[in-house]
């Protein structure tokens, strides 16, 4: 039997998306056959390492969010470990956890981007780093944590900038207007697009997670030459990444000018029971469970 350690929970900003995650991964590899050990992360890394030590797993299903959980961090201890583990390797999920880095990387590889700019928070403070109207966010965190829309009229850019709290770096991007498409891939696999709708001004934390704060129509209702363009995206930033098991790009449509815009990958995409991925995957006959398990299967450690 295959005895698999779930990490979970963390000490980033998605701690609490990754303790639904870690529950949800859990019970299902439990009910799929697998032995279980749940390991609840916390700040003390060498608790962490102990206990992996001690717990000695075939494989670890990384159920983590955010910084130090899917930045390569992790990855990184558990390469040194020498313990298979599910999703991204060190290298991918530190590009991808970077915007910058992982913009880069897209460019270099002919994939649409949006205009942008990374500045510090006292540039911020002092002037629009690009023609509103146009996004901030952090450059190393997810599931939307920190992401402002600053229009035209809006005098919120000062107060912003003093109150920035992740770090000396702020990514800001051109606002891309249109529909949010999202796309999972799976192995060598693009599975179906998501159109995610919501009634607040963006994709924010709370609709993400929020009982009833999204809508997630799929198949999206797009052209089906826009489906197989956004999949295709989604398919070669994977691939110019080097992620591995699943991952979720997201992007945007807008259909007034035909424009498809890559935004950025996920590599540890939420198992949560709102999560996309985990739905397109049911949409394309594999169940969470199912899931889970090929996640474990495709286990593996170094780059």
Not at 203 to 214: F, I, L, Q, R
């Given at each position: 039997?295959?005895?698999?350690?779930?990490?979970?929970?963390?000490i980033s900003a998605e701690r609490e998306v990754s303790l639904s995650t870690g529950r949800g991964v859990i019970a299902a590899l439990g009910e799929a056959g697998f032995r279980v050990t749940p390991v609840e992360v916390t700040q003390d890394l060498a608790a962490l390492i102990a206990t992996l030590?001690?717990?000695?797993?075939?494989?670890?299903?990384?159920?983590?969010?955010?910084?130090?959980?899917?930045?390569?961090?992790?990855?990184?201890?558990?390469?040194?470990?020498?313990?298979?583990?599910?999703?991204?390797?060190?290298?991918?999920?530190?590009?991808?956890?970077?915007?910058?880095?992982?913009?880069?990387?897209?460019?270099?590889?002919?994939?649409?981007?949006?205009?942008?700019?990374?500045?510090?928070?006292?540039?911020?403070?002092?002037?629009?780093?690009?023609?509103?109207?146009?996004?901030?966010?952090?450059?190393?965190?997810?599931?939307?944590?920190?992401?402002?829309?600053?229009?035209?009229?809006?005098?919120?850019?000062?107060?912003?900038?003093?109150?920035?709290?992740?770090?000396?770096?702020?990514?800001?991007?051109?606002?891309?207007?249109?529909?949010?498409?999202?796309?999972?891939?799976?192995?060598?696999?693009?599975?179906?697009?998501?159109?995610?709708?919501?009634?607040?001004?963006?994709?924010?934390?709370?609709?993400?997670?929020?009982d009833g704060g999204s809508q997630h129509t799929l198949p999206a209702k797009i052209p089906d030459a826009v489906a197989q363009a956004a999949m295709d995206v989604a398919l070669r930033a994977h691939g110019a990444l080097g992620c591995r098991g699943v991952s979720r790009a997201d992007l945007r449509?807008?259909?007034?000018?035909?424009?498809?815009?890559?935004?950025?990958?996920?590599?540890?995409?939420?198992?949560?029971?709102?999560?996309?991925?985990?739905?397109?995957?049911?949409?394309?006959?594999?169940?969470?469970?199912?899931?889970?398990?090929?996640?474990?299967?495709?286990?593996?450690?170094?780059?």
């Amino acid at each position: 039997m295959t005895h698999v350690a779930v990490l979970y929970g963390g000490i980033s900003a998605e701690r609490e998306v990754s303790l639904s995650t870690g529950r949800g991964v859990i019970a299902a590899l439990g009910e799929a056959g697998f032995r279980v050990t749940p390991v609840e992360v916390t700040q003390d890394l060498a608790a962490l390492i102990a206990t992996l030590q001690d717990a000695r797993p075939d494989v670890v299903f990384n159920a983590l969010h955010g910084r130090f959980g899917e930045d390569g961090c992790v990855q990184g201890v558990l390469d040194w470990l020498e313990i298979p583990y599910t999703h991204s390797g060190l290298r991918a999920s530190a590009m991808a956890m970077d915007k910058a880095a992982a913009k880069a990387v897209f460019q270099a590889h002919g994939l649409p981007i949006a205009e942008h700019r990374v500045v510090t928070p006292r540039e911020l403070e002092e002037a629009d780093p690009l023609a509103r109207p146009y996004v901030v966010k952090p450059v190393n965190e997810g599931s939307s944590v920190g992401v402002e829309i600053l229009r035209q009229g809006d005098n919120r850019r000062s107060e912003i900038a003093r109150g920035w709290r992740f770090g000396e770096r702020v990514m800001a991007e051109e606002y891309i207007a249109g529909r949010e498409l999202t796309v999972a891939v799976m192995g060598d696999r693009p599975l179906v697009v998501t159109e995610v709708g919501t009634g607040h001004e963006f994709y924010d934390y709370d609709a993400k997670y929020a009982d009833g704060g999204s809508q997630h129509t799929l198949p999206a209702k797009i052209p089906d030459a826009v489906a197989q363009a956004a999949m295709d995206v989604a398919l070669r930033a994977h691939g110019a990444l080097g992620c591995r098991g699943v991952s979720r790009a997201d992007l945007r449509y807008d259909d007034a000018t035909g424009r498809l815009v890559l935004l950025e990958v996920n590599t540890q995409p939420g198992m949560t029971p709102t999560s996309l991925a985990p739905e397109q995957a049911a949409y394309c006959g594999i169940d969470y469970q199912a899931l889970c398990a090929w996640l474990v299967r495709e286990a593996r450690h170094g780059a």
